[in-house]
């Protein structure tokens, strides 16, 4: 698997992603890239800018997010990753404004820093087309319309690191419903499970106090598959609104699990998805799997 | 080939709408005001020209196309609007200022890469010593005195590493925030006040030296030592002043610096003793300065200084290469543009026609009080500023303040030297935006210096357009 990492400084929410992001990527031996997107600078100033930045680097004064990268990478050491490697200002790369430091593979995953500068959507969006990936984790965006924006335009899984607390002995809140990617977001869940050895709360949710069969049967499919892989979990349906009970039932100790949705993209950008209306409210951890 | 589903496809056209949201609100608000009726007092032409500035105006705030993009785009509308001929479009969009703009950015670029900031570090510590008073003093006065010449986003190139390296070796066992943002804002305020000393300081001097002739129809013409005796004073107080204000504003966690500096004369001296590259770049450099003053009349300002550039490259201190890759060619190319537009905001009147609204509002008390336009002027111009930058104010706004009444020459000089007045925001100049991209400052700290260099400033420009200009105006002979 192949994680991508968001980092925009060396605050607490930062460290929060790169623990969430470190506890689950020892579970599935993934690569992951780091990346820091910074603010661009404004067109008129770009060039001016790059002038400085070259006659600071002839003082070995390096642009700021590389601090940044090297921060997380010696947070990434403490955690027991990249044993044998060593950050290198030596080892970049520079592409079309994206800088990548080649760093070699170690025994069972990959490591990349890469640091790029521009709007947060579209910089992720192109490195999530380099990558491929399979998610992206990052800290909780600074509006809900950029969570909305992520949520929808990124195509891939997706956690968002809200309020997250490493003290804490987080549950897993599993959102089930007909939609297709719930399968693997059981799946997904039952890995994370085994990692943060934290149970399972497999929330079904209907609009109305009749549970319909294909809500019923992905419950049930859940159920059958907790059990199979031996994870422990519990059972709920529930009537009322789905966003208002995920939000409810996690409190802020759960992370949340949800398939993303795959309805119309034309509906879901103007009036959101129970998914990212979920990210966009929720008090603790959201993961959108794709 | 992958074929897309029809809810992949909404998604993709659904993000670049999106991504490109501006343009598509800005192009929208065009048509509407194309098809709208004109109003009274202008010509259809002059009103599609405003159509055409406010449309530039909003595409430079919210950056949805690339520059040099814009820069062709307002070609391309000035044609298809009828505002001119492609002929004439072609013909306005090259003249001297913009030699002038593309030479000392190219001699900017061969200036930096020789490396001159070790020898303006032991320079400046050697004068300073170890007492931040002083080094503040210093850098404020060195960045505001270079950049008058070369240019503030020269200046601070080549004096950020150096303030950064003695930041850096402070030994940090305390907090040195007020320290580090006194160290930056000395460089970068002082290289914005010092910007408009000269024509060489900034685009923006040279677009207005180019409004002045155009809107004058040639009467306008000011020299390069004109300009200096015009703004000189109040490059010198705004550098003193700032040299007093910035403390105020951060207090200095330490007043010596005496690790920091030992550490810094070791760098430098790592770094060797001055080359003839070095020597020679500076002589070139004056070489050049010199003409400037003496042969501008005959050769003009832009042929000098891309006759600089040229020596730089025969002299063999810079390459092609490198002059290419750092050269700015996309802003050049929209100067080009702001410069074409420039002169059909005046040829079609709308320039007059927008000064003439907004001066209109004040007539009652501009007959009472003649420096009404000139405060008018100056709050636009630094409101303008700072939500764009110092160079693109000028491109947009220079053509309309020569027309809001007062003394064109007066007027243009306000708005040059009120641009420089970027103090409250990052993107307002090259050397705020540089010096917030080191990571160490926030943009509050832009806020809580700015208020006091504004007030400063402004009042400042006001008692010299009162007092001094009147003074002067008949020995530079204009």
Redesign the interface.
């Known amino acids: 698997m192949k994680f991508l990492i968001a980092i925009k400084d060396k605050n607490n929410e930062s460290k929060d992603v790169l623990d969430i992001a470190c506890r689950i990527a020892e579970g599935f031996s993934a690569d992951f890239t780091i990346c820091y997107v910074g603010k661009k600078?404004?067109?008129?100033?770009?060039?001016?800018?790059?002038?400085?930045?070259?006659?600071?680097a002839?003082?070995n004064?390096y642009h700021?997010?590389l601090?940044v990268l090297e921060w997380a990478f010696c947070y990434l050491k403490e955690r027991g990753f990249a044993k044998n490697i060593d950050f290198s200002i030596e080892n970049l790369i520079e592409h079309n404004g994206r800088v990548r430091m080649a760093l070699p593979k170690e025994k069972n995953y990959q490591i990349n820093l890469v640091l790029r500068e521009g709007?947060l959507?579209?910089e992720l969006?192109q490195e999530l087309k380099r990558g491929n990936f399979d998610i992206i984790i990052l800290g909780s965006p600074n509006s809900s319309r950029m969570t909305h924006?992520l949520a929808?335009?990124l195509?891939t899984s997706i956690l968002f690191v809200k309020n997250y607390n490493i003290n804490y002995k987080y549950k897993i809140l599993l959102g089930v419903d007909d939609s297709k990617a719930t399968k693997r977001a059981i799946i997904f869940s039952t890995k994370i499970s085994k990692q943060f050895l934290a149970e399972i709360k497999n929330v079904t949710v209907s609009k109305t106090t009749y549970i319909g069969k294909d809500y019923r049967n992905a419950h049930n499919w859940a159920t059958k598959y907790f059990k199979r892989m031996k994870v422990p979990f519990t059972s709920k349906l529930l009537g009322g609104d789905p966003v208002d009970e995920f939000i409810q039932e996690a409190g802020n100790d759960h992370i949340i699990i949800l398939g993303k949705s795959?309805g119309?993209?034309?509906i879901k950008?103007f009036r959101g998805s129970k998914p990212i209306q979920t990210a966009q409210k929720a008090n603790c951890p959201v993961l959108l799997v794709n | 080939m992958i074929i897309k589903n029809k809810?992949e496809i909404?998604?993709d056209i659904?993000?670049w709408m999106?991504?490109k949201r501006w343009l598509i609100i800005i192009s929208i608000l065009g048509i509407i005001m194309f098809y709208l009726p004109c109003p009274e007092n202008i010509s259809i032409i002059g009103y599609r020209t405003i159509i055409l500035v406010l449309l530039v105006v909003l595409l430079?705030i919210t950056?949805p196309i690339?520059?040099p993009a814009l820069a062709l785009l307002i070609a391309i509308l000035q044609v298809t609007f009828n505002i001119a001929t492609p002929t004439e479009v072609a013909r306005t969009f090259m003249n001297d200022s913009v030699f002038f703009i593309m030479g000392s950015l190219m001699m900017?670029?061969a200036i930096?890469q020789q490396?001159l900031?070790n020898r303006l570090a032991l320079g400046l510590i050697r004068i300073t010593g170890n007492s931040v008073k002083n080094i503040v003093l210093g850098f404020t006065l060195l960045s505001a005195l270079l950049s008058s010449f070369i240019g503030e986003?020269?200046v601070?190139?080549?004096m950020?590493?150096v303030g950064?390296?003695i930041i850096?070796n402070c030994n940090q066992q305390h907090s040195i925030k007020n320290l580090t943002a006194l160290i930056l804002f000395s460089i970068g305020y002082g290289a914005t006040v010092g910007s408009i000393g000269t024509p060489s300081g900034g685009a923006r001097n040279a677009l207005m030296l180019e409004y002045w002739k155009t809107i004058s129809n040639g009467n306008i013409s000011i020299s390069y030592l004109q300009w200096m005796i015009l703004a000189y004073p109040m490059v010198i107080i705004g550098m003193l002043g700032t040299a007093l204000l910035l403390p105020i504003t951060f207090k200095p966690e330490i007043k010596q610096l005496d690790t920091s500096i030992r550490k810094l004369k070791i760098?430098v001296a790592h770094k060797g003793s001055i080359k003839g590259s070095d020597l020679m770049t500076i002589i070139i450099f004056v070489f050049i300065f010199l003409c400037w003053i003496f042969l501008h009349e005959r050769y003009g300002l832009g042929i000098i200084a891309i006759s600089g550039a040229f020596l730089y490259m025969v002299f063999g201190l810079i390459e092609w290469k490198d002059l290419n890759k750092?050269?700015?060619w996309?802003?050049i190319l929209?100067f080009a543009a702001a410069i074409s537009l420039g002169v059909q905001m005046k040829n079609t009147g709308a320039a007059f026609w927008i000064g003439n609204i907004i001066i209109s509002n004040f007539s009652n008390l501009i007959n009472e009080n003649t420096i009404l336009p000139y405060i008018v002027n100056i709050l636009l111009t630094t409101f303008f500023s700072n939500i764009m930058?110092s160079?693109?104010t000028v491109a947009v706004l220079g053509p309309i303040t020569l027309n809001m009444g007062g003394d064109v020459l007066y007027m243009g000089m306000t708005t040059a030297i009120a641009s420089a007045f970027g103090y409250f925001s990052v993107?307002a100049a090259?050397a705020c935006?540089?010096i917030y991209?080191?990571?160490?400052i926030k943009i509050s700290d832009f806020i809580r210096a700015g208020w006091r260099m504004g007030i400063m400033s402004i009042s400042t420009l006001l008692l010299i357009y009162k007092f001094y200009w009147p003074l002067v105006i008949n020995l530079i002979n204009y």
């Open positions: 600078s404004q067109a008129i100033l770009e060039t001016d800018l790059a002038l400085t930045r070259q006659s600071l002839d003082w004064i700021p997010g601090e709007e959507l579209s969006n924006k929808q335009f195509d795959k119309n993209e034309l950008f | 809810n909404v998604n659904l993000f999106e991504q430079i950056e690339p520059l900017a670029v930096v490396g900031d986003h020269t601070v190139a080549l950020l590493p950064l390296s850096r760098q750092h050269t700015n996309g802003v929209l930058s160079s693109a993107v090259p935006m540089i991209s080191s990571g160490l």
